[in-house]
């Protein structure tokens, strides 16, 4: 799991995963270079907190479009 994030801190890229990790379900966050983590005892809310983050990830770098 360390050396999982010290890959990551290097890659700058944003990106969501999700791991079982000792039995529960890891969602590592990484933005602007910061990894965060969030357990999940169930794999389905663990995924449905990752697509969110994803969302939200995709939405910072995509400017709003404003209708004309």
Not at 15 to 22: A, D, L, P, S, T
Not at 61 to 66: E, R, T
Request: with cysteine.
């Amino acid at each position: 799991l360390g050396t999982w994030l010290a890959r990551q801190a290097m890659n700058q890229t944003d990106h969501v995963r999700v791991e079982n990790v000792g039995g529960r379900w890891t969602v590592f966050v990484v933005e602007d270079g910061e990894t965060s983590c969030h357990d999940f005892e169930n794999e389905q809310f663990a995924r449905n907190y990752a697509d969110g983050q994803r969302l939200r990830l995709e939405q910072q770098i995509k400017p709003a479009v404003q209708a004309a």
